[in-house]
């Protein structure tokens, strides 16, 4: 017997056969993966939170980079779709022992999987992936440049708050440019019809944010009386290879999301943040186990995502 959720899930596919960043998303795939998220959301509340969707599927996780959230989720939906699921860890493997990338990643692919998500610290690398393998590939994020999960899952998040994107007035707060985070969010809240304004230091704004199409204002204050929600980005010290600001209570000073500067604002304020957190840095506790921050929201919604984009991408096309 099929499924409830069968009757539900949006059949479609996306343009492209990767999910390698939104650079090259467009709005009618965000559109299709936030709409089957939303189908998938409602299995992980059900009793038994699986469905056989990818039956017969084989994804690794290749992970070159320390994960909580994005590497359990990625694992959790592969298992709610029923889907064989093995992960790889650059530290416990042969790597160690001088195997290249290239050699890692066919070898990997010889095993006969369909899908590789992949987290890396050099940018582009997973574009770079899929000149060795044919095997489907997933950005879960590549150094500073794109996290496209992520995005999607804040932009659900946002989507499931407000009810809309479209018109959501939303502030990055903090390192926008070591974030990848950031990346894939400025392009899918445009994409999607957000207006988007960058806050921090001037040392952290990348070069050329002159040409992404968004407001840049240092002024914090200004932009939490302007904006619907915020995401606050975490510094991103390992990626650093200098100090961009003079002292952690400076930055906490002048763009720290604290409890006194909420208390001020005069309406609700969505918060966000990405995970992980430095408590007490760019944001407080208080602020942070808030009742509008939607922090562990956007962690669960992240499960639902990845299942809509596994399953777009792998679920079996009907004959042509
Ligand atoms: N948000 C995020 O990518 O968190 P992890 O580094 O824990 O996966």
Same mark, same amino acid.
């Given at each position: 017997m099929l499924s409830i959720w069968w009757t539900t899930a949006k059949m479609g596919f996306l343009q492209n056969r990767h999910l390698l960043g939104l650079a090259d998303a467009p709005a009618e795939d965000i559109r299709l993966i936030l709409e089957n998220a939303f189908t998938f959301r409602e299995v992980l509340d059900r009793p038994i939170k699986k469905v056989p969707t990818l039956q017969?599927? =084989?994804? $690794?996780?290749? +992970? +070159?980079? %320390?994960? =909580?959230?994005?590497?359990?989720? +990625?694992e959790l939906a592969q298992k709610r779709l029923s889907a064989d699921t093995v992960n790889f860890s650059a530290s416990a493997s042969s790597l160690q022992k001088g195997e290249s990338f290239k050699d890692t990643a066919q070898n990997i692919e010889a095993m006969k999987v369909d899908c590789i998500i992949m987290r890396h610290p050099v940018p582009g690398a997973s574009i770079h992936l899929t000149k060795y393998v044919d095997s489907v590939v997933v950005n879960a994020g590549d150094g500073a440049h794109e996290h496209p999960t992520q995005a999607l899952l804040d932009m659900m998040s946002l989507q499931e708050r407000f009810g809309r994107i479209e018109g959501l007035k939303v502030g990055i707060?903090? !390192?926008? /440019?070591? /974030?990848?985070?950031?990346?894939?969010?400025?392009?899918?809240?445009?994409?999607?019809?957000?207006?988007?304004? &960058?806050?921090? %230091? %001037?040392?952290? #704004? %990348?070069?050329?944010?002159?040409?992404?199409?968004?407001?840049?204002?240092?002024? &914090?204050?200004e932009v939490l009386d302007w904006a619907d929600a915020i995401n606050v980005l975490r510094i991103q010290r390992e990626r650093m290879g200098a100090s961009y600001f003079p002292s952690v209570r400076e930055y906490r000073h002048l763009f720290g999301i604290t409890q006194e500067r909420i208390e001020r604002l005069k309406k609700q304020l969505i918060i966000m943040h990405p995970g992980p957190m430095n408590r007490g $840095?760019?944001? !407080?506790?208080?602020?942070?186990? /808030?009742?509008?921050?939607?922090?562990?929201?956007? $962690?669960?919604?992240?499960?639902?995502?990845? #299942?809509?984009?596994?399953?777009?991408?792998l679920g079996d096309k009907p004959e042509e």
């Open positions: 017969g599927k =084989t994804v $690794v996780n290749l +992970f +070159f980079e %320390p994960s =909580t959230r994005t590497r359990i989720s +990625f707060v903090g !390192d926008i /440019s070591h /974030s990848r985070v950031a990346g894939s969010n400025i392009l899918g809240l445009q994409k999607m019809g957000a207006e988007v304004t &960058l806050c921090g %230091p %001037p040392t952290m #704004m %990348p070069l050329g944010v002159g040409a992404l199409g968004v407001t840049v204002n240092h002024n &914090l204050d $840095v760019e944001i !407080d506790s208080d602020v942070a186990d /808030s009742e509008n921050a939607i922090i562990l929201d956007q $962690v669960l919604n992240g499960v639902a995502i990845r #299942m809509a984009v596994l399953y777009l991408l």
